[in-house]
């Protein structure tokens, strides 16, 4: 089987079949949802498209804004946050971090 365990943002999950001509069907994983593929499903085609991100999130436009040339980048609080909110992130990291990214651990049964 394959076990994937889901933290932070939501976000839809598509489970197709055996070929990609088979039209997949949409499950929205949220935080904490824990999903179990065995059987035919294993070897489903699958994946993830589309991470639902809150509208005060989202970036704006087709591509970020070029930074003034003598502040820090326009997305530093996004891409590299550690350097716009350290003691913030140091009071409650993975907190702050699971309401702006998403993860997923996914566990297989390898057998050779």
Do not use: N
């Amino acid at each position: 089987p394959l076990v994937t365990v889901s933290l932070g943002l939501p976000c839809i999950f598509l489970l197709g079949g055996t070929t990609r001509a088979e039209r997949p069907t949409p499950l929205l994983l949220r935080a904490g949802s824990i999903l179990v593929l065995a059987g035919k499903a294993r070897h489903a085609y699958h994946g993830v498209p589309t991470v639902l991100v809150p509208p005060k999130l989202q970036l704006r436009g087709r591509s970020p804004r070029k930074a003034p040339a003598s502040g820090p980048d326009t997305f530093a609080w996004l891409y590299r946050p550690w350097e716009t909110h350290g003691s913030e992130l140091a009071e409650g990291a993975a907190a702050w971090l699971l309401m702006r990214t998403r993860v997923s651990f996914s566990i297989r049964s390898v057998t050779g």
